[in-house]
């Protein structure tokens, strides 16, 4: 659900679906080609959030921004169920695992992952090109090829799903 706020109103690119059970309030900007989960919660309401092309916000999510502060997330991103997010920014072809916490003004730099049920600490960066996991978490490897590989997989099978909502619907069976 698109919701208003305060003179704040989410921004939708096309070929982009949001759940009927997500909300999304005030300024949220979601790029095209997206898919916002079943019962996902993006708060625009005192911050702002900058979401780009071909990313995948999966269910039970929660992202939110500091009162004018922005939240920006780049292209082709993935954020696992249940995922907290409350960073300042996250670069492109970044993989957020199920269940972390990316806490105020942290940054995440392109191409990287966090693993399942890290935390990443207020104002902690982590660089691009990484496998970084733990509480707090911790820098464990470089990104492989097989890694980049898997995320072209992944990315397109959200994209695809994405399209494939928009083009079927959803209903409740009954």
């Known amino acids: 659900m698109l919701c208003a706020f305060d003179g704040r109103t989410p921004t939708v690119g096309t070929d982009t679906y949001i759940s009927h059970t997500a909300l999304v309030i005030g300024d949220v900007i979601i790029g095209d080609n997206c898919y916002i989960g079943h019962g996902a919660i993006l708060r625009g309401d005192y911050g702002s959030i900058k979401i780009g092309n071909g990313t995948a916000i999966e269910e039970g999510v929660i992202v939110h921004a500091p009162p004018q502060e922005t939240c920006s997330i780049a292209d082709k991103v993935t954020i696992g169920h249940g995922a907290i997010i409350h960073c300042k920014s996250m670069g492109n072809y970044v993989l957020i695992g199920m269940g972390a916490i990316l806490s105020l003004c942290s940054e995440i730099g392109d191409e990287t992952v966090i693993a ?20 707090p978490a911790e820098i464990i490897r470089s990104i492989t090829l097989e890694d980049k590989a898997g995320w072209e997989w992944a990315k397109d099978l959200y994209i695809d799903l994405a399209k494939k909502y928009l083009n079927s619907g959803i209903s409740p069976s009954g």
């Not at 890290?118 to 509480?135: C, E, L």
């Open 116 to 135: 399942e049920g890290s935390v990443v600490r207020w104002g902690q960066k982590v660089p691009g090109g990484v496998v970084a996991g733990g509480n």
